[in-house]
T-cell receptor, first 115, second 113 residues
């Protein structure tokens, strides 16, 4: 079955520690995205990547980093510089070509709690 | 400023009681409008894409429509399993290469048996 996997489902970390969230897709999609979802707020874009070895900052990239070494994988690192890291993190992917619009498909999410 | 507003914030229906959810948007040129369903603790599930005013799409008990200023998600004879948060997102023509979506806060739907 094609889809997007995120691991782990729940993650707990102490303040000051970096943590990496995994996102893998086997949909053969070119574009991948990371969002953050907080209660009472819409989804906010952290980073996105349209092709391998290239990625761009979204609206709230501060305190986060990503890599895109393979088409299937787009891991997100939450660094100690992120002031409010506790949130629900969602990875998405979509087909991409200039001028075209395709829906984004989402993974199951990772709930990160930092204390 | 580009904006998406969903109403109502929450809706409670009896099983079989049809209703509509609203997504109004203000963007400088619409490229696409997307509807998603999200269950608690899970990622959003794609439902529909609408591109131009007058367009309609259907899936089981759901029907999405689009005008120049808003979209409606009509739910006909809902069942308890339709309970979820329904999210609307819009992509503007000036979104740039990041294809940025502007998200609404969602409508939380509860269908009682």
């Amino acid at each position: 079955d094609g889809g997007i996997t995120q691991s782990p489902k729940y993650l707990f970390r102490k303040e000051g520690q970096n943590v990496t969230l995994s996102c893998e897709q086997n949909l053969n999609h070119d574009a991948m995205y990371w969002y953050r979802q907080d209660p009472g707020q819409g989804l906010r874009l952290i980073y996105y990547s349209q092709i391998v070895n290239d990625f761009q900052k979204g609206d709230i990239a501060e305190g986060y980093s990503v890599s895109r070494e393979k088409k299937e994988s787009f891991p997100l690192t939450v660094t100690s510089a992120q002031k409010n890291p506790t949130a629900f993190y969602l990875c998405a992917s979509s087909t991409y070509y200039p001028g075209g619009e395709y829906e984004q498909y989402f993974g199951p999410g990772t709930r990160l709690t930092v204390t | 400023e580009d904006q998406v507003t969903q109403s109502p914030e929450a809706l409670r229906l009896q099983e079989g009681e049809s209703s509509s959810l609203n997504c109004s948007y203000t963007v400088s040129g619409l490229r696409g409008l997307f509807w998603y369903r999200q269950d608690p603790g899970k990622g959003p599930e794609f439902l529909f894409t609408l591109y131009s005013a007058g367009e309609e799409k259907e899936k089981e008990r759901l029907k999405a429509t689009l005008t120049k200023k808003e979209s409606f998600l009509h739910i006909t004879a809902p069942k308890p399993e339709d309970s979820a948060t329904y999210l609307c997102a819009v992509q503007a023509r000036n979104a740039g290469n990041n294809r940025k979506l502007i998200w609404g806060l969602g409508t939380s739907l509860a269908v009682n048996p």
